[in-house]
């Protein structure tokens, strides 16, 4: 059957021709392009999937890039306390020096203490201009702003890290479950037989011994309490042992204590010589897990001749704290302090909790793909200005590095003159020391354990998501180049098969004798 109207043939060819030309044009896009998937036509779902992957692959390249630059910020950091550290150090030298009175002149210790107001302006100047990018890193920019600590509660309170994630301000509840107590060992003022009352019936020789060493003291018959409080206490600086009256009375006894607070510290009294035939000489202790009460409770006490102190336990926002002596240390997510206690707030338990506030601060990085809390890090470094280091519990309050300068009260000059006792400038300089390398410490975990970590398994994700996202998205160009070759031959045939469609309607022609 011929027709001329319409050419079915040329139409069928024209319609594969179309689909050919067309699947020859994909081809060649994608093998243009290197991508299998140019337009959501090609593969609506593989677009989606892929475009998501594509997002946490930015994100998680940002992190990577986050993470390096709080390496950086975190190594420059370090640097500063390190050169702060060799200062601490030099002048921890020139004060062991200086309290050489009977070998340094005077002269001498001039020159140390000229030393020293350099090497603590040098700390301060190091504390002012260390910067990176323009950020201040040492100077307390990126501490923890406090807001309603009671100093009568809470001497010291530093913020090591704090969660502010959609909140002004976090508050800090201190709750003391279990006081803090010094090793204790009582002597009842009541011996049997004692006339008069509250004096030591026999010569003896008594061992003290505590945290700081051992002494052995000497007392003759009929010694009175009061004489033996002025014997121990004139050596507490080498056993860390002192001595007070029970009550106020000698009548009520003898209380042998350690001078600090703590499980680290102890109290030993024992008798060395004679020996105690008529056990005139008994010091007793109150159970381990007893409260230290208001009135000594002789018939609950137990013998003993060796006591030792105990840790402040606390609730710091419903966390258990770890204690040590009048110290809390609280390390979780949401909250990182220290706090260092009053000795009325440590061994008062019953007293109603202590509560301040951080209102702000701290350095945050952003370590993840995603910001949101659990990928991102919170990091306080305080200030190492000699105004703010080492802060140490003395008998004039709380004193600093600063006053180790000329005129500060803890200047050699000054120590000196109270009859060379450094001591309180060796705690300052210690507790400087203690809190400058405790900060590079900090600072190197932080780097080690969660930058590097995070940096690491961040690549690790980059690697994953990037194979991910190629063997979706992109071209497999063996297989689009055989396409290719299909696509351009079957081009070619439908052209001339086209073509041939074309010139069979001529045919009719020879019906009509043309």
Do not use: C, H
């Amino acid at each position: 059957m011929s027709r001329i109207n319409t050419n079915v043939s040329s139409v069928i060819s024209q319609a594969n021709l179309g689909r050919n030309q067309r699947e020859l044009d994909l081809r060649l896009e994608r093998l243009s392009t290197g991508l299998r998937i140019n337009r959501g036509a090609d593969d609506p779902a593989g677009l989606i999937i892929s475009e998501r992957i594509r997002s946490d692959i930015t994100g998680v390249e940002q992190g990577i890039k986050n993470s390096d630059r709080a390496s950086s910020v975190i190594s420059t950091t370090e640097a500063s306390l390190a050169e702060v550290n060799d200062l601490l150090n030099s002048v921890r030298a020139l004060i062991v020096e200086s309290a050489n009175t009977g070998a340094v002149s005077a002269e001498e210790r001039q020159a140390n203490q000229l030393q020293i107001d350099s090497a603590i302006e040098s700390i301060t100047r190091i504390s002012n201009t260390a910067s990176f990018g323009g950020l201040r890193l040492l100077d307390g920019t990126l501490d923890y702003r406090l807001s309603g600590v009671a100093t009568s509660a809470i001497s010291v309170a530093q913020i090591r890290n704090a969660s502010l994630i959609n909140a002004q301000s976090l508050q800090v509840t201190v709750d003391v479950l279990a006081s803090a107590q010094k090793g204790a060992l009582y002597l009842n003022g009541d011996n049997p037989g004692a006339a008069p009352d509250g004096v030591l019936l026999s010569s003896m020789t008594l061992e003290i011994k505590g945290p700081k060493g051992v002494q052995e003291v000497t007392f003759q018959s009929g010694t009175t309490y009061n004489a033996v409080i002025t014997a121990i206490n004139s050596i507490t600086q080498f056993t860390g042992v002192e001595a007070a009256l029970v009550a106020g009375t000698a009548i009520s006894g003898l209380i042998f204590r350690t001078s600090e607070y703590g499980g680290e510290n102890f109290v030993s009294v024992r008798r060395v010589s004679p020996p105690d035939t008529g056990n005139s000489f008994q010091t007793l202790k109150l159970a381990d897990t007893a409260p230290v009460p208001a009135t000594i409770p002789w018939g609950t006490l137990i013998a003993a001749d060796l006591d030792a102190g105990r840790d402040v336990t606390a609730l710091v926002n419903g966390s258990l704290a770890i204690g040590k002596g009048l110290e809390l240390t609280v390390n979780s997510v949401a909250l990182g302090a220290y706090l260092r206690l009053s000795e009325e707030a440590a061994t008062r338990p019953a007293a109603a909790t202590t509560s301040f506030y951080v209102t702000g601060g701290g350095a945050l990085f952003q370590l993840g793909p995603d910001v949101t809390a659990l990928q991102q890090a919170n990091f306080g470094i305080p200030s190492v200005a000699a105004s703010r280091l080492g802060a140490t519990d003395t008998a004039n309050g709380v004193e600093f590095l600063s006053s180790l300068k000329t005129g500060g009260r803890n200047s050699i000059e000054n120590a000196v003159q109270r009859g060379n006792d450094f001591a309180n400038s060796q705690d300052i300089l210690k507790g400087a020391i203690d809190e400058v390398t405790e900060l590079r410490g900090r600072l190197g975990a932080f780097e080690r354990n969660v930058l590097d970590t995070n940096a690491r398994s961040l690549q690790s994700q980059f690697e994953n998501l990037t194979a991910s996202e190629s063997r979706i998205r992109d071209a497999d160009f063996a297989f689009e180049t055989s396409k290719l070759t299909r696509a351009q031959i079957l081009v070619s045939a439908g052209t001339s098969t086209l073509a041939l469609a074309n010139q069979q309607s001529q045919q009719v022609l020879q019906l009509l004798g043309g």
